[in-house]
């Protein structure tokens, strides 16, 4: 048995036992104060045993009363658990939560990151047809791999936003982007080119998921969905397997990220097509943008760093 599995089996045990002791014997909330100032007197050293934790053992144990034997929630660290206590209410997303900290091998800082952008109610809820066209267990992997809507706050742009800002965006972010794909995903490139009858044509972003050992094509839409958008995606797809595919990769995956996007729509886009292609929306931050008088006041970067550039040259001299 795991020294984690020990120490959350311990606190389990300390906070039924100050759960009933508080419940049955009445004990007023003085109580549980005194036993952490005696505990930490008896081990010196142990800040285990403080008031704060006390009460989140209570916490604990109530939250699982039936126990935690055969769940993740006796996997993961103190503090992942504390996190998933404070933050969430359902026992059910708790668990959910649990077992992909285990799963993934998430920090405590990305479980919150989880939990705080609703993974539990976007992974697996965009509109694919996996089923159809890929074997089992790689459907069922690329199905929970892609999310509903994508949380790209981390990307900043004016309401009118263009595809190449966009993209630019993520880019920039490209951390925090793979974050948001998931466990996976290596980027390969944006704009990626590919040659076909002596034409050029441009990928938007190309990345590579190391478990299904496929190329995944994903274009960016800066509007909402459209029919046509599949068939665009599987001209990409169809120049990627022949020009980059290895002999040891499987076909490749296209996604497709929309503004906005209607249902029935894309249902029956994507409905007898052969290929896999899945499509979600996606969330951005929107700024509001300088106003046409402010841009004309206001310096540019360019003309800021020629000035730090001037002054630099004063202080040479």
Known sequence: MSITKELIGLYWRIGKMLSEKTSLELWGSKTIEKIAIDLSASFPGISCFSHRNLKFMRQFADSYPEGIRETAVSLIPWGHNVII???????EKRLWYAQQSVGNGWSRSTLSTWIESDLYSRQGRAITNFKETLPKPHSDLAIQMMKDPYNLAFVELEK????????QGLIDHIQKFLLELGQGFAFVGRQVNLVVDEREYFVDLLFYHLKLRRYIVIEMKAREFDPKDISQLNFYMSAV??????????????????????????????????????VAGYEVSLVESLSKELKEILPTVEEIEAEFGKKDLKKEE
């Open 160 to 167: 009118n936003y263009r595809e190449k800002e966009l993209e």
């Open 85 to 91: 206590m404070q933050k969430l209410q359902n026992k």
């Open 241 to 278: 397997d022949d020009h980059l595919r290895q002999s040891e990769d499987k076909p490749t995956i296209g996604m497709i990220f929309c503004k906005t996007k209607q249902n029935f729509t894309v249902e029956y886009a994507l409905r007898d097509f052969n290929k896999p292609i899945g």
